[in-house]
C-alpha cells in the first residue's frame, strides 16, 4: 500500500486478511488512517484466538508494507480499532 487515500483499496486489503471493516476515519490525510472492523468472536477471546488475530495482522503488515498500532479492542461490540501508517 502506497498511501490511504483510497478506502476501497483499505477495504479491500482487510477483507482479504478476514477483517470486515465498518468504518475508515482520517484516510485523507495519505500517510495514516483509523479504522474501526468487526471481530468474527464471542464476547471473550480465547488466547489462541488472539494469537490468530496478531498473526493476520502481522501478514497484513509485511505484505502491504505498512505499519499496524492495535488501538482498542471492544468485546462489548466485537470490534478491533486499528491506526494503520503507510511507511
Same mark, same amino acid.
Given at each position: 500500500?502506497?498511501?490511504?487515500?483510497?478506502?476501497?483499496?483499505?477495504?479491500?486489503?482487510?477483507?482479504?486478511?478476514?477483517?470486515?471493516?465498518? =468504518?475508515?476515519?482520517?484516510?485523507? =490525510?495519505?500517510?495514516?488512517?483509523?479504522?474501526?472492523?468487526?471481530?468474527?468472536?464471542?464476547?471473550?477471546?480465547?488466547?489462541?484466538?488472539?494469537?490468530?488475530?496478531?498473526?493476520?495482522?502481522?501478514?497484513?503488515? =509485511?505484505?502491504?508494507?505498512? =505499519?499496524?498500532?492495535?488501538?482498542?479492542?471492544?468485546?462489548?461490540?466485537?470490534?478491533?480499532?486499528?491506526?494503520?501508517?503507510?511507511?
Amino acid at each position: 500500500m502506497i498511501n490511504t487515500n483510497s478506502p476501497d483499496i483499505i477495504y479491500e486489503i482487510f477483507e482479504r486478511y478476514g477483517f470486515e471493516v465498518l =468504518r475508515i476515519d482520517h484516510f485523507d =490525510r495519505g500517510n495514516y488512517a483509523e479504522i474501526r472492523a468487526q471481530l468474527n468472536y464471542e464476547k471473550c477471546l480465547s488466547t489462541m484466538q488472539l494469537q490468530e488475530i496478531t498473526m493476520k495482522l502481522s501478514m497484513l503488515e =509485511r505484505n502491504e508494507n505498512v =505499519r499496524l498500532e492495535i488501538a482498542n479492542i471492544d468485546m462489548i461490540h466485537r470490534t478491533i480499532r486499528i491506526n494503520i501508517h503507510t511507511k
